[in-house]
């Protein structure tokens, strides 16, 4: 027989950790890291000349500018990978509240800290590959590592930034969790439990 213990906090902290496994691998897929300055591109159309402004874009893996991006990447695909796998496991955690006699929790809490120093990781090796020369062409000659000129940070980079503080947040969640799911309350029925 198979019992259902939810708590708000365990529902919380498995929402959030689908949410932020999904905030991860969409910044992690978008080309919008870092955004070139203002170009104008005239092309010419029935009515005459139309000029429109547009914005380069270059993802984190646009053909690799550098080994720092080479190395960003992996670090941060392994940090995306270990909380897509801590989504999945969330989800059995409604039904199962261990793994070989291991709070399901505790183990994804941790899984959830090791992603999230990867993250942090790759987040820090990317501007250091601002510097290349495929940046420079990007950016201008200005472009230095940490110092990208005339480019601005896309919205990627930040959404990345957001997901790597929400999966700490999800660590320390997961603890909270395990804290409701095993207190007694809940153990004598006074919280929501659902047998099938």
């Known amino acids: 027989m198979c019992h259902v213990i939810v708590t708000c906090r365990s529902m919380l902290w498995t929402l959030l950790s689908i949410v932020v496994a999904f905030a991860e691998l969409i910044a992690f897929m978008s080309p919008d890291w870092l955004l070139g300055f203002p170009r104008s591109d ?21 053909r690799l500018a550098s080994g720092f991006w080479q190395a960003a990447m992996l670090f941060l695909a392994a940090g995306t990978l270990v909380l897509g796998c ?13 793994i070989l006699k291991k709070s399901i929790f505790n183990i994804c809490g941790l899984l959830q800290a090791i992603a999230g120093l990867l993250l942090m990781v790759g987040l820090m090796l990317y501007p250091a590959g601002w510097g290349s020369e495929k940046v420079i062409s990007y950016c201008g000659p200005e472009a230095l590592p940490f110092r990208p000129a005339q480019c601005s940070l896309g919205w990627a980079f930040y959404a990345a930034i957001g997901g ?4 700490f947040l999800c660590a320390v969640l997961s603890a909270q969790a395990e804290i ?9 029925g006074k919280s929501l439990i659902c047998l099938l």
């Open 42 to 62: 005239s092309s010419v159309s029935r009515a005459g000349v139309d000029s429109r402004d547009y914005r380069p874009s270059l993802g984190l893996y646009s």
């Open 86 to 98: 801590v989504a999945c496991i969330s989800i059995f955690s409604l039904c199962f509240q261990s």
């Open 164 to 167: 790597t503080l929400a999966t």
């Open 180 to 188: 409701a799911t095993s207190s007694d309350k809940v153990q004598e």
